[in-house]
C-alpha cells in the first residue's frame, strides 16, 4: 500500500481568506487526482494532474503535481462556504486497483 | 451518461444479522467496479474491485465479501455483520481506459452502516 498524507487534517478559516492543502507521499505516482466530498455524499472528482510540475486552475482553485511527481498541493483564493468539505488526494498507478487515496483534509470555511 | 447507484442509503442492523449493499452502473459497459469504506470522514480504504463478471479482488482481509452477478452490477454481502463493520460504503466504477491514462473514479453516494 502506497501511503499519501495530507495536511493539515482539519482547518477552519474564515470567508475570503486563502489556504493550501499538502497531499505527501514517498512514492511516485504517474498521475495525481483530488476529490472533495461533502457530508453524506460519495467524493467527486476535482481534477487529474499527470505530468510532474503541471499546474492547473478550476476558478480559484489551483492545483500543482511535484516535479518528482511524489506530491501534491490545493491552494485555494478567498475561500467561500461552498468550499467547506472533506478533500482527498489520491496517487494513481498502473491496474485497475491502482488508486491510493489521502488521508484527508477535512476544510470548514466560515462565513 | 453514466450514472451509478447505491442503496440502502441508511442500515441499522444488529450483530450477527445478514448484509446486503447493492451498486448499479448504467450507460457505460464493462466497467471496473470498486467497494470502499469510509471511517469517520477520513480517507477511503478498498475493500473489493472487480475488472470483469464474477471476477473478485480482496484487498483487506475482513468479514465481508463481493459479488458481480451482471456487468454493471456490484453487490457487498456479509453473513453475520461484527461491531466493526460500522461505517460508511462507497461503490465507485472506472473505465478501462480514459484519455490521460488516469483511473478516473465516479462515486455513488454511499451506504450508511450502523451495527448495534
Known amino acids: 500500500t502506497q501511503l499519501l498524507e495530507q495536511s493539515p487534517q482539519f482547518l477552519s478559516i474564515q470567508e475570503g481568506e486563502n489556504l493550501t492543502v499538502y497531499c505527501n507521499s514517498s512514492s511516485v505516482f504517474s498521475s495525481l487526482q483530488w476529490y472533495r466530498q461533502e457530508p453524506g455524499e460519495g467524493p467527486v472528482l476535482l481534477v487529474t494532474?499527470?505530468?510532474?510540475?503541471e499546474v492547473k486552475k478550476l476558478k480559484r482553485l489551483t492545483f500543482q503535481f511535484g516535479d518528482a511527481r511524489k506530491d501534491s498541493s490545493l491552494h485555494i483564493t478567498a475561500a467561500q462556504p461552498g468550499d467547506t468539505g472533506l478533500y482527498l488526494c489520491?496517487?494513481?498507478?498502473?491496474?485497475?486497483?491502482?488508486?491510493?487515496f489521502g488521508t484527508g483534509t477535512r476544510l470548514t470555511v466560515i462565513p | 451518461s453514466q450514472t451509478i447507484h447505491q442503496w440502502p442509503a441508511t442500515l441499522v442492523q444488529p450483530v450477527g444479522s445478514p448484509l446486503s449493499l447493492e451498486c448499479t452502473v448504467e450507460g457505460t459497459s464493462n466497467p471496473n467496479l470498486y467497494w470502499y469504506r469510509q471511517a469517520a470522514g477520513r480517507g477511503l480504504q478498498l475493500l473489493f474491485y472487480?475488472?470483469?463478471?464474477?471476477?473478485i479482488s480482496s484487498e483487506v482481509p475482513q468479514n465481508l465479501s463481493a459479488s458481480r452477478p451482471q456487468d454493471r452490477q456490484f453487490i457487498l454481502s456479509s453473513k453475520k455483520l461484527l461491531l466493526s463493520d460500522s461505517g460508511f460504503y462507497l461503490c465507485a466504477w472506472s473505465a478501462l481506459r480514459t484519455n490521460s491514462g488516469a483511473n478516473v473514479l465516479t462515486f455513488g453516494a454511499g451506504s450508511r452502516l450502523t451495527v448495534l
Open positions: 472487480s475488472v470483469g463478471i464474477g471476477q
Open positions: 494532474v499527470v505530468t510532474g510540475g
Open positions: 489520491a496517487g494513481g498507478g498502473t491496474g485497475a486497483n491502482n488508486l491510493f
